[in-house]
């Protein structure tokens, strides 16, 4: 009964925190499910069934996130950066370099990863818990490290298979 009635308070946890991060956002495509503290802004686009345990969004540039999209704990996105090079002050000034970030359908995050502003990760990528994404990954790759690196490839017959299946977590 006990575990029941935890289920349930989680339950509701959940469904009251995406709520709160529906609202965040500039567009969505239907339900959420948020297991952590999530913060996103209102340049974040959501394709359908996104998963948050954990992410934050900081910046002024766009964030499109396709469907089925989970992400790990704490988590962090980045879209734009202090002028440093040819601000009129130093160490930076009051303007900003803004890049946008693409995150395909069906890529999965681990926990602390670290994308920077002008990245795209294509269709199926995987990007290790711990890694500074600082380039673009292709569809499919499994990246890690500072800086990440695609050390792998998935299955993308399989993939394609579960896919027109509709398998989706």
């Given at each position: 009964m006990l575990g029941r009635i935890k289920r349930w308070i989680i339950s509701i946890r959940n469904n009251a925190r995406g709520f709160l991060v529906l609202k965040q956002v500039g567009s969505?495509?239907?339900?959420?499910?948020?297991?952590?503290?999530?913060?996103l802004s209102k340049q974040t686009h959501l394709?359908?069934?996104?998963?948050?345990?954990?992410?934050?969004?900081?910046?002024?540039?766009?964030?499109?996130?396709?469907?089925?999209?989970?992400?790990?704990?704490?988590?962090?996105?980045?879209?734009?950066?202090h002028n440093y090079d040819y601000g009129k002050k130093?160490?930076?000034?009051?303007?900003?370099?803004?890049?946008?970030?693409?995150?395909g359908d069906n890529v999965w995050f681990g926990d602390k990863v670290l994308i920077l502003g002008g990245i795209e990760i294509g269709e199926g990528a995987i990007v290790q818990a711990g890694a500074v994404v600082s380039k673009s990954i292709p569809a499919g790759g499994i990246a890690g490290g500072n800086p990440a690196q695609v050390f792998k490839y998935r299955n993308m017959d399989h993939y394609y298979d579960l896919k027109e299946k509709e398998q989706f977590h």
């Open positions: 969505h495509k239907g339900e959420i499910y948020v297991g952590g503290r999530t913060r394709g359908r069934n996104p998963n948050f345990n954990g992410m934050t969004i900081n910046g002024i540039g766009k964030v499109l996130i396709g469907d089925n999209f989970h992400s790990g704990t704490d988590c962090l996105i980045i879209t734009s950066y130093i160490p930076y000034d009051d303007t900003y370099l803004i890049k946008d970030v693409f995150i």
